[in-house]
């Protein structure tokens, strides 16, 4: 069974950082691609930065480049998401999802989720 747990929420001051974790369990990893959403009040969810375990290439929604950098530790069956130079509007529900990407990349349906953390940007 396909499990992603998501730490590392909470509260922060814009301007400051920090760094959430997806651990995933019941898949190899090497075969998956993850990826980073967010949600906010009243808002459609946004895929905001994805990394392919099989190949390394990564992306990242225009909103978040130059802060934020998503990374993989593949012996630890999870993916970090390092978030820099926070911003109030950064306030969402963040998620983790994961889907096979066997041939690299990315850019996949994602069909398995976690239940999210919250983060909370103060102006």
């Known amino acids: 069974e396909v499990q992603l747990v998501e730490s590392g929420g909470g509260l922060v001051q814009a301007g400051g950082s920090l760094r959430l974790s997806c651990a995933a369990s019941g898949f190899t990893f090497g075969d998956y691609a993850i990826g980073w959403f967010r949600q906010a009040p009243g808002k459609e969810r946004e895929g905001i930065s994805c990394?392919?375990?099989?190949?390394?290439?990564?992306y990242y929604a225009d909103s978040v480049k130059g802060r934020f950098t998503i990374s993989s530790d593949n012996a630890k069956n999870t993916v970090y998401l390092q978030m820099n130079s926070l911003k109030p509007e950064d306030t969402a529900v963040y998620y983790c999802a994961a889907d096979r990407a066997p041939i690299g990349g990315c850019f996949v349906v994602y069909n398995y989720w976690g239940q999210g953390t919250q983060v909370v940007v103060s102006s």
């Open positions: 990394i392919s375990s099989s190949d390394g290439s990564t």
